[in-house]
């Protein structure tokens, strides 16, 4: 098992930024993604960003060049850099993690984050 606890959400607002940062413990193997998803009430949860083990990142189109995915491999945890913030950027965030030889897909409790207009 592989438990994973969030932090750093909070109010902003539009223009500022904030960082989320998700901690990993338990089981881990060395080759693994972490991901940061949001959702919006009564709307699907929505991939934000992705980071492999080897480094490796993804992003949705709505927040690349605005939000930075990092990792620290040996304290397994990811931290999601937001800046320039907008009222669309509101949400629950959830870090997400997934690794080789476990079926098993790992969720956190979810942060909230609001933007002000």
């Known amino acids: 098992q592989v438990q994973l606890v969030e932090s750093g959400g909070g109010l902003v607002q539009t223009g500022g930024s904030l960082r989320l940062s998700c901690a990993a413990s338990?089981?881990?193997?060395?080759?693994?993604?972490m991901y940061w998803y949001r959702q919006v009430p009564g709307n699907q949860r929505e991939l934000v960003a992705s980071?492999?083990?080897?480094?490796?990142?993804g992003y949705h189109g709505s927040v690349e060049g605005r939000f930075t995915i990092s990792r620290v491999n040996g304290k397994n945890t990811v931290y999601l850099e937001m800046n320039s913030l907008k009222p669309e950027d509101t949400a629950v965030y959830y870090c997400?993690?997934?690794?080789?030889?476990?079926?098993?897909?790992?969720w956190g409790r979810g942060t909230q984050v609001t933007v002000s207009s």
């Open positions: 997400n993690f997934r690794q080789i030889g476990d079926g098993n897909d790992y």
């Open positions: 980071i492999t083990s080897g480094g490796s990142t």
């Open positions: 338990g089981r881990i193997f060395s080759v693994n993604t």
